[in-house]
């Protein structure tokens, strides 16, 4: 298993209506130090290369230092995913301790308001402060992009920000029926014809100020990747969190248990990446190798169906290298 995406703490110092796992409150029952590190040593027997901080926002865990010290002494990979409005001196000095640390925030509008307003909180300002600022010191920055109804007509100016403020990248998600987004699904779901422009303007942004066409890898999806909740159940990733693909709970059996013998929906989503039966007539399956099942799930609700944004997206990629323009 070699990605793990663990959700740090449900503790988060913003109230985002679009956040896929309902962050806000403390979960009582998440994991202890000692129950972690347990799980990174187990973890690493079985292959981890690549250890990322999900939220919540990670940076509020008080004994984060404490488990990145372990992950840093073990060599693994580490990256931090958070909505970079703490990026203080104690949060600097962490990041120090790491080696070659990526930092993946999240950035929801190339304007204050529309930014603030998703957000829940004015913080546009302090994230682009912090975004240079980290730039600056030399990390490397990634803007994880959430695209919605709400912000899609931005998306081109949100690629030309993050290319101005020297980002790496940026990553842009499209609107899952997950965690709080459910509740308010009306106001950020995009429409087929919506879908088709934010495709395309994806590409073109990184086209023209990334030099690449954002080609992503084939879904790995609890085979060599999976989400760990802040309570310790296991899911095949952080999109795919309905308690039917929990695979276990590390609580209850260590993790090499849970993988060779997981719950039927955890195995159903592996099976469905392995099998691809959704692309078998398709003519860019080659370099889309079958989009990301969790956005199957949440538009249509069934993971065998197409993900239609990778549809769109590599459609357009194939128009691109035979020199068509529409």
């Known amino acids: 298993m070699k990605t793990v995406f663990w959700e740090t703490t449900k503790l988060c110092n913003m ?100 930014h603030d307003e998703i957000r829940g909180s004015v ?22 992009f959430t695209i919605s109804k709400k912000n899609y007509k931005e998306t081109d100016k949100v690629f030309l920000l993050g290319k101005n403020l020297g980002v790496s990248s940026i990553k842009p998600n499209i609107i899952s029926k997950i965690g709080r987004a459910k509740t308010f699904w009306n106001e950020f779901a995009l429409s087929p014809k919506q879908l088709a422009e934010v495709a395309k303007t994806v590409l073109n942004g990184n086209l023209r100020y990334f030099g690449k066409k954002g080609i992503r890898k084939p879904c790995v999806a609890g085979i060599e990747e999976i989400y760990v909740s802040s309570n310790g159940n296991i899911f095949p990733c952080a999109l795919l969190l309905d308690q039917k693909f929990c695979a276990g709970n590390i609580r209850n059996a260590s993790i090499s248990e849970i993988l060779l013998n997981p719950s039927p929906g955890f195995s159903q989503i592996v099976k469905s990446i392995q099998n691809k039966e959704f692309c078998v007539m398709c003519t860019h399956k080659v370099i889309c190798q079958g989009g990301c099942r969790a956005r199957a799930m949440s538009e249509q609700d069934n993971i065998y169906a197409k993900d239609t944004f990778s549809c769109l997206y590599y459609s357009f990629v194939c128009k691109t290298d035979t020199g068509e323009t529409n």
Do not use: W
């Open 123 to 144: 913080s546009f300002d302090v994230v682009l402060h912090n975004i240079a600022l980290l730039v600056s010191m030399g990390y490397q920055i990634d803007i994880i």
């Open 15 to 114: 109230n985002c209506r679009h956040c896929s796992n309902d962050s806000g409150l403390q979960n009582p029952e998440e994991l202890s130090s000692r129950e972690t590190i347990l799980l990174c040593d187990q973890l690493i027997d079985i292959g981890l290369k690549d250890f990322r901080f999900y939220g919540g926002e990670p940076f509020l865990r008080k004994d984060i230092s404490e488990i990145v010290q372990f992950l840093s002494s073990r060599n693994i990979k580490i990256t931090f995913y958070t909505n970079g409005t703490i990026i203080n001196e104690d949060i600097l000095a962490l990041l120090k301790s790491v080696a070659n640390p990526r930092i993946a925030v999240s950035l929801d509008g190339a304007s204050p308001k529309t």
